[in-house]
């Protein structure tokens, strides 16, 4: 059964709110939906910007879905402008260009934004960002235009664009402050093949090092004093989250916005979905950054609004394509015990981590999609498997379970 829960307002026009705004017609909600976004587009999902548009002879981004759908739904786009302030005891949100909007209930998912390098760096019209369709319009301009390429950061994005920019030829050096690649996401093996694989590739990885200063001659200074070409620096060094509309209300903690299982934040009638979200996630609460999240999440509490509320509690994936290489990573794959199966010196592997009790708590495939398929179900189920029957890829996975 729907209840009528009156005007919902969802602030980010990103993934999060285009499937919490489908999910609430979907699941009944007759009422006015307004979703208010910055940025000028509808709203579209972010993997391909490190992917499909940096190929040769992209047609452009796509949307997830055209502007008329939105409107058909009777779903009111705001576009081009931000949320300043959102009045809790009115239940109103505040635009910038001096609009109110009244709320019964408000969605708060405006995602995050690139940790910037620091000041001195950041302003420089060489340094570039990946989060939106310009930044990556303008990325692959330096891709067509053979720019040189310093790349700051190797996690997802940096590795990602390193890949597609030495397909095109562009000659890349990425810069990691770290001991390894990937170093919060993956273990240690992981990050050995993906620097293995690009430095094949031709990327020239340096680690523990930092990026100090643009210098006129087209070169990064390092802060061992070495110097790297950088006609263009791609910075991917983390993100921060897009709280300060709403810092005023409490609900805030140092990941994001803070709801609990079921999107709720402590004041009544606010919830968060998507990146912003900073949610309960393995004994703790975090930001869970993942294409899967900002759908699942969203369209669970979404619908939480409307009908029985459940909670949300997928384990966490994400992919992500580098080259030829198709990465994924569910639950923890960073500690327990570690299960190798297949060679991790070849093409294509996974590592498995369990716990003290042989249950699967995370998993990361190296080119070996078929083994994600069951990796996930095993640890949402927190299935219990056998260890040196996991370790033999000659025993089909689906009889390594206890
Ligand atoms: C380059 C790139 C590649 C990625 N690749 C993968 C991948 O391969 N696999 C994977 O699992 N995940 C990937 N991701 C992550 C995935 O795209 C995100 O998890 C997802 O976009 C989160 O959706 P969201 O709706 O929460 O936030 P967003 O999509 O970021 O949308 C938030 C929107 O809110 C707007 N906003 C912020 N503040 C305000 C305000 N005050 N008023 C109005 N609007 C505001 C922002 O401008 C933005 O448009 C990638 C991300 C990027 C950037």
């Excluded at 005891?89 to 995602?111: C, K, S």
């Excluded at 990602?160 to 993956?186: N, P």
Aim: proline share 6%; charged share 25%; aromatic share 4%.
């Amino acid at each position: 059964m729907t209840q009528q829960i009156g005007h919902i307002v969802i602030v980010g026009a990103g993934q999060a709110a285009a499937n919490a705004a489908a999910e609430l017609r979907r699941t009944g909600h007759a009422g006015p939906i307004a979703i208010v976004g910055e940025e000028p587009h509808a709203p579209y999902e972010r993997p391909q910007l490190s992917k499909d548009m940096l190929r040769p002879g992209c047609a452009g981004a796509r949307c997830m879905r055209e502007t008329e759908a939105y409107a058909r739904d009777g779903i009111d786009l705001h576009l081009g402008v931000r949320v300043r302030h959102v009045d809790a005891a009115r239940r109103e949100v505040q635009l910038d260009d001096g609009r109110r909007l009244p709320y019964g209930h408000l969605l708060i998912a405006t995602g995050v934004r690139p940790r910037p390098l620091p000041p001195a760096l950041h302003a420089s019209p060489r340094v570039r960002y990946l989060r939106s369709i310009g930044d990556a319009e303008a990325l692959r301009a330096d891709l067509d235009a053979g720019h040189p390429l310093a790349i700051v950061g190797g996690g997802v994005i940096g590795l990602e664009v390193a890949a597609a920019a030495r397909a095109r030829g562009v000659a890349v050096t990425l810069v990691e402050a770290g001991e390894r690649l990937m170093q919060r996401g993956v273990d240690p093996l992981v990050s050995r093949f993906l620097d293995r694989t690009h430095r094949a590739r031709g990327v020239d990885i340096r680690y523990g090092l930092q990026a100090e200063a643009l210098e006129d001659d087209g070169t990064l200074r390092l802060s061992d004093g070495s110097r790297v070409p950088a006609a263009r620096v791609l910075v991917g060094i983390g993100v921060l989250p897009n709280v300060e509309p709403f810092a005023h209300l409490g609900i805030a903690d140092a990941a994001g916005i803070r709801v609990d299982a079921f999107g709720r934040t402590a004041v009544p009638g606010i919830h968060a979905i998507g990146d912003i979200a900073s949610q309960p996630v393995g004994g703790r609460h975090g930001r869970i950054e993942t294409w899967a999240n900002a759908q699942d999440q969203a369209i669970t509490v979404a619908r939480n609004l409307v009908a029985e509320p459940v909670p949300y509690a997928a384990p966490t994936w994400f992919w992500s394509d580098q080259g030829q290489t198709n990465l994924q990573v569910v639950g923890d794959a960073t500690t327990g015990r570690t299960v190798v199966r297949g060679d991790a010196d070849g093409d294509a592997f996974s590592v498995f981590r369990l716990d003290d009790a042989g249950r699967v708590t995370g998993c990361a495939t190296v080119n070996a999609p078929k083994d994600m398929a069951l990796a996930r179900r095993w640890v949402r189920q927190r299935q219990q498997v056998e260890p040196q029957r996991l370790a033999d890829p000659a025993i089909p996975l689906r009889d390594c379970a206890a």
